[in-house]
């Protein structure tokens, strides 16, 4: 099946700094990327569309200057959590869309400090 | 709105049991419905997914799950539980008409397996 990757798979950071998160589909090309945020024992929240070569549209009340999302190439989107809170604290997940299905990466643990 | 809910949080069945994990949808017309397993570590993956046709769907895993329009549900079976079957388990349903890919989950049911 489709491999999506996610780099780091964890990241500890203060409060105030920058986290880059990135989605990689590695054996296909994925011109749509979305990105989910789960909290501890809680469902996948969408929080946005990543599109390449366009501009992300983001659900409601997701902050979308904190929350930049860029998708450069058909295998790689990124999403940076700028001047990160304790409260951003979370599983972020992120996902390919196929042909008609959906390729999940394993998550990315962020703590802020 | 579309909604899924999955009434229960958490299901612990024995090694060798039967196994019914219970979702429903709200949704006006006819959904996608997916069901996902996520183990720790790993991504999200398929088990499964409804579009449209044939209302029971076999999946991966030996799982299989029932499309019932009438009752708005899509609880995922299946007849022998295996050990490594332990995980989290979402149903979730595509939103807006056609496959857009944007998908809403449920809750979650975490699956405990006892040997």
């Known amino acids: 099946g489709a491999v999506v990757s996610q780099h780091p798979s964890w990241v500890i950071c203060k409060s105030g700094t920058s986290v880059k998160i990135e989605c990689r589909s590695l054996?296909?090309?994925?011109?749509?990327m979305f990105w989910y945020r789960q909290f501890p024992k809680q469902s996948l929240m969408l929080m946005a569309t990543?599109?390449?070569?366009?501009?992300?549209?983001?659900e409601q009340g997701v902050e979308k200057d904190k929350f930049l999302i860029n998708h450069a190439s058909l295998t790689l989107s990124t999403l940076t959590v700028t001047s990160a809170h304790p409260e951003d604290s979370s599983f972020y997940i992120c996902?390919?869309?196929?042909?008609?299905?959906?390729?999940f990466g394993p998550g990315t643990r962020l703590t802020v400090l | 709105a579309q909604s899924v809910t999955q009434p229960d949080i958490h299901i612990t069945v024995s090694e060798g049991a039967s196994l019914e994990l219970r979702c429903n949808y709200s949704?006006?017309?006819?959904?996608?419905l997916f069901w996902y397993v996520q183990s720790p570590g790993q991504g999200l993956q398929l088990l499964l997914k409804?579009?449209?046709?044939?209302?029971l769907v076999q999946g991966i895993k030996g799982f299989e799950a029932e499309f019932k329009r009438s009752q708005s549900s899509f609880n995922l079976r299946k007849p022998s539980v295996h050990w490594s079957d332990a995980a989290e388990y979402f149903c979730?349903?595509?939103?807006?008409?056609?496959?857009?890919?944007?998908?809403?989950f449920g809750q979650g049911t975490t699956l405990q397996v006892k040997p």
């Open positions: 409804y579009f449209s046709g044939d209302t």
């Open positions: 979730a349903v595509g939103r807006g008409s056609g496959n857009t890919g944007k998908l809403i």
């Open positions: 949704y006006g017309a006819t959904p996608y």
């Open positions: 990543s599109n390449e070569g366009s501009k992300a549209t983001y």
């Open positions: 054996d296909f090309q994925a011109t749509t």
């Open positions: 996902s390919a869309r196929g042909t008609d299905t959906q390729y």
